[in-house]
């Protein structure tokens, strides 16, 4: 079976007069998050894990923060153009998993929207995206409010047009809807 697994992490700093961008929606809170991009931190964990899987490094090595061109840049972008790069390579994604990990706010009226939305980016079905958030207790830098963490792992396959020896290897349902 040509499947591979993979994982990412990212963290980011709560700022004031930023607007809180987390899974490619906005929401209302006091903070935003400080980064070169949108700093959607979810997203971020969501391209690393993909990248990883497929063995292209990370979202730093394709969308370094040092190029003006990705300064304020939303960052579904950065994640429909990391699986790109996937699909380039003959990949396609089974399902994700992630967690959000922060304090504040709470995030689960928004989780739905969410899974919605990195579908719609990824043109995958909303059952492939699982999205989960959770606090550490008051423990940590998230736990005193410093900052918000994401932990993403993916499952990626690569369908074997050519080999079909058992005569039923064919694209099955968890692929996207186009190529
Ligand atoms: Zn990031």
């Not at 079976?1 to 990412?8: F, L």
């Not at 997203?43 to 394709?62: M, P, W």
């Not at 790109?84 to 994604?93: A, D, I, K, T, V």
């Not at 736990?143 to 792992?153: F, L, S, Y």
């Amino acid at each position: 079976m040509n499947i591979r697994v993979g994982q990412g992490f990212d963290v980011h700093r709560w700022v004031t007069g930023r607007p809180l961008i987390l899974g490619g929606i906005e929401i209302p809170h006091t903070h935003g998050l400080l980064g070169h991009s949108d700093a959607d931190v979810l997203l971020h964990a969501i391209a690393d894990a993909l990248l990883g899987a497929a063995g292209l490094r990370d979202i730093g090595h394709h969308f370094p923060d040092t190029d003006n061109t990705y300064r304020g840049i939303d960052s579904r972008k950065l994640l429909r153009k990391a699986y790109f790069y996937l699909e380039e390579h003959g990949w396609y994604l089974v399902n994700l998993d992630a967690t959000v990990i922060c304090e504040r706010p709470k995030l689960a009226i928004y989780i739905p929207q969410m899974v919605r939305v990195i579908a719609d980016t990824l043109n995958v079905r909303s059952g492939q995206v699982n999205i989960k958030a959770t606090t550490t207790e008051k423990l940590g830098f998230t736990g005193r409010n410093e900052g918000v963490a994401a932990q993403t792992v993916v499952l990626i396959h690569k369908p074997e047009h050519h080999t079909n020896k058992a005569g039923m290897r064919t694209p099955n349902k968890t692929e996207p809807k186009s190529h």
